[in-house]
């Protein structure tokens, strides 16, 4: 059922291995391929910022540029210390960045998961 992914050491600081659930690319894409790639890395940011903070396990970010609105989430399992969680999130934004200018796509893992 899920897909097993194999752990590199520059993504897990424990060395962890996690199972990918499910994913999923949006067929639809933005009007603005440059205002949505802005927007995209700059909501990526934020959360990845917002996961930094000790005992944060929930983050929500939404950039909104000339039209271009990208809304996201991150949530980490309870028992993910924060490096794990952190570490988790890059490496499943890593994994959706095959999602090209979809302007959807999730990311479901044993640890945390990424819309």
């Known amino acids: 059922m899920g897909e097993p992914v194999a752990s590199q050491a520059s993504h897990w600081p424990s060395d962890r291995n996690s199972t990918l659930m499910r994913y999923y690319c949006s067929l639809y894409y933005g009007r603005s391929s440059t205002y ?3 927007n995209l890395n700059t909501t990526l940011s934020s959360l990845h910022r917002q996961l ?3 005992r944060v396990r929930y983050a929500v970010a939404r950039t909104l540029l ?3 609105s990208v809304w996201g989430l991150a949530s980490c399992r309870g028992y ?3 490096a794990d969680c952190v570490a988790c999130y890059d490496y499943a934004v890593a994994q959706l ?3 090209g200018l979809g ?3 999730h990311a479901f893992y044993d640890d945390c998961d990424v819309r």
Do not use: Y
Request: proline content about 0%; overall charge negative; charged content about 15%.
């Open 36 to 38: 949505f790639l802005s």
């Open 52 to 54: 930094t903070i000790d």
């Open 66 to 68: 000339n039209g271009e």
């Open 80 to 82: 993910v210390s924060n």
């Open 97 to 99: 960045r095959v999602c």
């Open 103 to 105: 302007n959807g796509a």
